[in-house]
């Protein structure tokens, strides 16, 4: 099968320094990832006065700021962003962000050059930000957190308007962190059947069974939180995988890579000298004298399967015996 793309996923856990989100790409680009995502915006652009903490948000945050004001204190600077996408191109490792206004989707798409446009879930449906990629032929990812069946079709079908895009569609359960019994991962198997889009998993879960059995469904893409400590306080740090335990959860997913292997059945040489020694050929079940013909009675199948295999039983039933053939020797091609 083709290589999982693993993103490693950073988000507001650099704390608002871009030092620390530095810190996070050289980390990062030594454990296998293929690429490690942030987020950029300006707050004042996708926050209303009107906007609200969501409750997984007042929980992991404890403190009387406004969400726009703690928005502001963890969104990085373009600047900021221009030296991390400097550092990724150091470190050799795919630099990845979602947008959360059109600005700022803009400013990385002239800034920038990305494998995927990554559309966050809280975005499926901002019509300006997919009206923008619309027109570009970039790879898009498209988390369908919070979103049903005809939302991610309305998105769908604005990405599409001027082109057919190559698009895969990350499962999502837009919930930090989602309880296991309500990831519902199957529901992957019906993206890929209704949309025909390659699939993935934006994993918000806690450990690696979710991202380890998304890929043994047909994941193309992994994506998980990651934090340098989930005893920090921020948004997103309980949800996060230590960037230690993610590094194990690369590994055992490039097994189960090598495990599912490819589509078509493969006979490796030593399963093919298995198959001499276990399966049955064609015995003679008496001594047959020269000139005699052998009939069905005369024949068992025993091991080793060398010889002529039991499938082929008509073609010796009825043959004349060319030589003595001795009880429980194969009966060879040249026997008959």
Do not use: W
Not at 1 to 14: F, L, Q, R, S
Not at 158 to 175: E, W
């Amino acid at each position: 099968m083709k290589k999982v793309y693993i993103i490693a996923e950073v988000g507001p856990n650099h704390q608002g320094s871009v030092d620390i989100a530095i810190k996070y790409v050289k980390k990062v680009s030594k454990i296998g990832v293929d690429a490690i995502k942030f987020q950029i915006g300006i707050a004042e652009e996708h926050y209303s006065l009107d906007s609200f903490k969501p409750e997984y948000q007042k929980k992991n945050v404890k403190n009387n700021l406004s969400i726009i004001q703690q928005a502001k204190k963890r969104l990085l600077s373009y600047k900021d962003h221009i030296k991390l996408y400097r550092a990724c191109k150091k470190y050799k490792i795919d630099y990845i962000c979602s947008a959360f206004d059109l600005r700022s989707l803009k400013f990385i798409t002239k800034n920038f050059k990305f494998p995927f446009y990554k559309i966050p879930s809280g975005e499926l449906l901002s019509i300006d930000s997919l009206n923008f990629i619309s027109k570009r032929k970039i790879p898009i990812i498209l988390s369908t957190g919070m979103a049903n069946i005809n939302e991610i079709q309305q998105a769908i079908k604005i990405l599409n308007k001027r082109s057919k895009k190559n698009i895969t569609l990350l499962h999502c359960v837009s919930s930090y962190p989602t309880k296991l019994e309500n990831l519902n991962l199957n529901f992957m198997k019906k993206l890929s059947k209704i949309f025909k889009y390659p699939i993935g998993l934006s994993d918000h879960t806690e450990g690696e069974i979710a991202a380890i059995t998304a890929v043994g469904l047909g994941a193309k893409i992994i994506e998980k939180h990651i934090t340098f400590s989930k005893q920090l306080s921020g948004p997103d740090h309980k949800a996060s995988m230590t960037i230690e335990d993610f590094e194990k959860l690369v590994q055992k997913i490039r097994k189960v890579e090598k495990v599912l292997g490819k589509d078509n059945k493969i006979i490796s040489n030593n399963e093919r000298q298995v198959s001499k020694a276990l399966r049955k050929s064609c015995v003679a079940q008496r001594n047959i004298n020269k000139g005699e013909i052998i009939r069905k009675s005369d024949i068992s199948f025993k091991r080793p399967g060398i010889g002529i295999s039991p499938v082929h039983l008509k073609k010796i039933i009825g043959k004349k015996a060319k030589k003595n053939i001795k009880k429980d020797k194969l009966i060879l091609k040249h026997s008959f």
